[in-house]
């Protein structure tokens, strides 16, 4: 007899018993899609509300800059630890872990009266994260086989890109309402909900008890973290300073010596092999790119918006809306074909789609139609990249034992998360005249990047994806 992950230990597995067992499945679904769209809200969410908190808390520019990057650091930086937790821990009980620390961090950056507080609960915010996300994507994998998984992991990748469009309207929204402190305050709720149904739908799960790699960890984390910086730094002192090349160096210099460290290690924090898997450096490399694109027309969607047209938070957001519905159904229709066209085809075609929807946008100036050319350009786009985004995931997870799952994901996740922040760093490095004297100069030639870089990753895609349908192993039988 099989047992599936939601399955109570006592109910035998009649077919009688499966359309309850189904409704649980995809409610559970549901509210782990909920936690991780949280968490990709807090991404983009306080983008539009930092002039307020600016103005709020007398903060600097450096210091509002650390307001988005505190984040990201450590959300990027200690994912693979955090898959390494939940595959050593279960991933139900890391997962809980994460979203207590998430929850607890969202209220206290809520109640935040100066710099000091808000950055130490960002910070806080992103380990949490770092424990959520490859426990949530670990738990969609084990609880859902066959074809169901497919169809699963299809809404899931949605919540990446949907998360990240909505995250620029709901700021917005609440930014010109209640306040700036509402985009933190939204999180509790939220995070109560899951905190109190989920362990009622998903049992504990096995430990499987191992020494945990430190000086792994470590260095991942550091060199993660020395990446991100050094290409954020990028943006406001460029490509040749110290202030980028040294973090940048020290980056390289920390992932050489994980790489050393784990291959040495009697218990690895990671099998650096897992990346020479075609499928999972396939699925690497479009998250990546998807994920860089998406947050960099966003961020350059946003600040064109209101610093070059001047248009306020509420009504930025609102454009920002179709691009939401575009990423959602991108995704949906990929988790479809991926199983008729396999992933190479859809890969390439999201890509190819997602270049088309960019490239118009390198003529931007200022008197470029906002709801004939700007709008419709970020939708089509955002479908294209919402198709790759759940390529890239199924594509990671799809030869995934059921052992490694955490740690897959959390390979994927740090790409979203590195993703983002090199989007973020190229694009505002090319755009820099222009979003420091809010004119239109320079935003064309960051799009025209952005479409050059999707148009590279489609040929790339042509020869790392593999053009085979994705096929799940570890289902209800443990089958390889």
């Given at each position: 007899?099989s ?10 597995e009649?077919?009688?018993?499966r359309p309850?067992?189904d409704r649980?499945?995809?409610?559970v679904l549901?509210?782990l ?5 949280m968490?990709?809200l807090?991404v ?8 307020d908190?600016?103005a709020?808390l ?6 509002l800059?650390?307001v ?11 994912m ?8 050593t821990?279960?991933a139900r009980r890391?997962?809980l ?5 998430f ?6 950056a809520?109640?935040?009266g100066g ?6 609960a ?5 380990v ?29 990748a949605?919540?990446g890109?949907t ?5 620029v309207l709901?700021?917005g929204?609440?930014t ?12 509790v ?8 149904l ?6 504990a799960?096995p430990?499987r008890?191992a020494?945990l790699?430190?000086?792994g960890?470590l260095l ?5 973290a ?17 202030a ?7 980056a390289?210099?920390?992932?050489a010596g994980?790489a050393?460290?784990e291959?040495?290690g009697?218990?690895?924090l ?5 990346l020479?898997?075609r ?5 690497a490399?479009?998250?990546l790119v998807?994920t860089?694109l998406?947050i960099?027309a ?7 918006l209101?610093h070059?047209r001047?248009f ?6 609102l454009v920002f809306?179709?691009?939401a519905?575009g990423t ?8 479809r074909?991926?199983g ?6 859809t ?10 929807g ?5 003529g ?8 004939s050319v700007?709008?419709?350009?970020l ?33 994927v ?15 505002s ?12 100069g ?7 990047v ?6 590279v ?15 799940i192993?570890?289902?209800?039988h443990?089958?390889h």
């Open positions: 007899m047992h599936s992950a939601l399955g109570a230990p006592h109910a035998p009649h077919d009688h018993g309850a067992a649980r499945r995809w409610v549901t509210l899609c909920l936690g991780q769209f968490l990709i807090d983009t969410v306080v983008n539009v509300a930092l002039p908190i600016a709020d007398h903060l600097d520019r450096a210091t800059t650390w988005v990057t505190s984040y990201t650091l450590c959300f990027g930086g200690l693979l630890l955090g898959g390494r937790l939940a595959d821990f279960g890391t997962l872990t994460g979203l207590t620390v929850t607890a961090a969202s209220l206290t809520a109640l935040a710099a000091g507080v808000l950055l130490g960002r910070m806080a915010q992103g949490g994260a770092a424990l959520l996300s490859p426990s949530a994507l670990a738990l969609v994998t084990t609880t859902f086989h066959g074809p169901e998984r497919a169809k699963a992991l299809g809404v899931w949605g919540i890109g998360g990240s469009a909505v995250g709901l700021g929204a609440l010109s309402g209640p306040g700036w402190s509402w985009i933190f305050y939204v999180n709720p939220v995070g109560v909900l899951i905190l109190a989920l362990p009622r739908l998903v049992p799960g430990r008890p020494p790699d430190i000086p960890a991942v984390t550091a060199g993660t020395g990446l991100i910086y050094g290409l954020v730094k990028a943006g406001d002192a460029g490509w040749g300073a110290p980028t090349l040294l973090p940048l160096a020290g390289a210099l920390c992932y994980f050393v460290v291959r040495a009697r218990a690895p990671m099998d650096v092999t897992m020479t898997r499928p999972v450096l396939g699925g490399l479009l998250m998807a860089a998406l960099s966003f961020f350059l969607g946003s600040v064109y209101q070059v001047g306020s938070a509420v009504r930025t957001g809306l179709p691009v519905i959602g159904i991108g995704a949906h229709l990929a988790s074909l991926l008729h066209l396999g992933g190479r085809t890969a390439v075609a999201g890509m190819a789609v997602a270049a088309a960019i490239a118009p946008l390198g931007l100036d200022g008197g470029t139609g906002v709801y700007l709008m419709p350009c939708a089509v786009a955002a479908f294209g990249l919402g198709a790759v985004l759940v390529t890239a995931v199924t594509m990671a997870m799809a030869m995934v034992e059921p052992g490694e799952s955490g740690l897959a994901s959390a390979v996740n740090t790409f979203h998360e590195v993703g983002g922040s090199v989007g973020v760093a190229v694009v490095t090319v755009a820099a005249g222009g979003i420091e004297a809010g004119v239109p320079g935003f064309g030639r960051a799009f025209v952005a479409a050059v870089a999707a148009g990753a489609a040929v790339l895609a042509v020869g790392l994806v593999p053009s085979d349908r994705p096929q192993v570890g289902g209800p443990g089958a």
